[in-house]
C-alpha cells in the first residue's frame, strides 16, 4: 500500500514539475511592458525613480508588499531576507508597500529586513501594476529589466498568497499528519518562541 501512494505521489509531482515548468516558459512569452517614470520614496523620503532602483544592475526584483499591518506579507517578507544574497546574484531586489517611509523603516529593522524598501504611497503604482483589486491591495512580485537607453520594461509578474511558490512554510506544513489545518501568520508570537527564534 505504502508503494503504491509513493508511487503516486511521485507520479503527481513529476507532472507538477512539468505543469511549472510550462507556466514559467508561458511567462517568458507575454509581451514586454514598457513603465512609465515612477518615483518612489526611499527611507529618507527622497525621490527615487524605478529605474535608480536598478542599482547598477539590468534586472530589478520588486515585491509588492501590503505593509506593516499584513501578518501574510510580513512572513513572505522574513522569508526574502535570507534569500537576498541569492537574489543579488542575478538582479536587484526591493519591498516596496504603501506605508510611509519612517515606518517602513521602523518595521524592518524591528524584523532584521536586510533588503531596500520603498513607499509608493499617493501614487498609482500599485494600481498600475495590476495589484490592486476589490479589497484594496494585493501582494504579489514584479520583475523589470532596464535596457541600454534606460527604458524600463516589466517581463514578469505574479500575485502571492498561500501554498504559492514564494513562501516555503505552506509546503513544510503540507507535510504535517493535519497538514495546514486552517494555520495563519501572526504578527507578533510569545515571547518564548520569540527567544526560540533568536537561538
Not at 526611499?42 to 499584513?70: P, Q
Not at 514584479?142 to 501554498?163: H, I, K, L, M
Request: glycine residues 8%; aromatic residues 12%; charged residues 25%.
Amino acid at each position: 500500500m505504502t508503494h503504491s501512494i509513493d508511487h503516486q505521489i511521485h507520479k503527481l509531482e513529476s507532472k507538477i514539475r512539468d505543469i511549472k515548468g510550462q507556466l514559467a516558459a508561458l511567462r517568458r512569452e507575454r509581451p514586454k511592458e514598457l513603465v512609465q517614470r515612477y518615483e518612489l520614496l526611499d527611507s529618507r523620503c527622497r525621490r527615487v525613480t524605478l529605474a535608480e532602483m536598478f542599482d547598477g544592475k539590468d534586472r530589478l526584483i520588486l515585491i509588492h508588499n501590503m505593509g506593516k499591518s499584513c501578518a501574510f506579507c510580513t512572513m513572505w517578507a522574513d522569508g526574502f531576507a535570507g534569500l537576498v544574497p541569492h537574489l543579488l546574484s542575478r538582479a536587484a531586489f526591493v519591498v516596496v508597500s504603501n506605508d510611509a517611509p519612517d515606518a517602513q523603516t521602523a518595521f524592518a529593522t524591528s524584523r532584521g529586513w536586510p533588503f531596500a524598501m520603498y513607499s509608493a504611497q499617493g501614487t498609482t503604482f500599485f494600481r498600475d501594476m495590476g495589484f490592486v483589486d476589490n479589497d484594496g491591495w494585493m501582494p504579489g512580485v514584479s520583475v523589470f529589466e532596464r535596457t541600454a537607453n534606460g527604458d524600463v520594461y516589466r517581463v514578469g509578474s505574479a500575485e502571492f498568497g498561500p501554498g504559492d511558490n514564494f513562501c516555503a512554510v505552506w509546503h513544510f506544513f503540507e507535510l504535517l499528519p493535519e497538514g495546514i489545518d486552517g494555520w495563519g501568520p501572526r504578527l507578533q508570537y510569545s515571547d518564548d518562541l520569540v527567544e526560540v527564534m533568536k537561538t
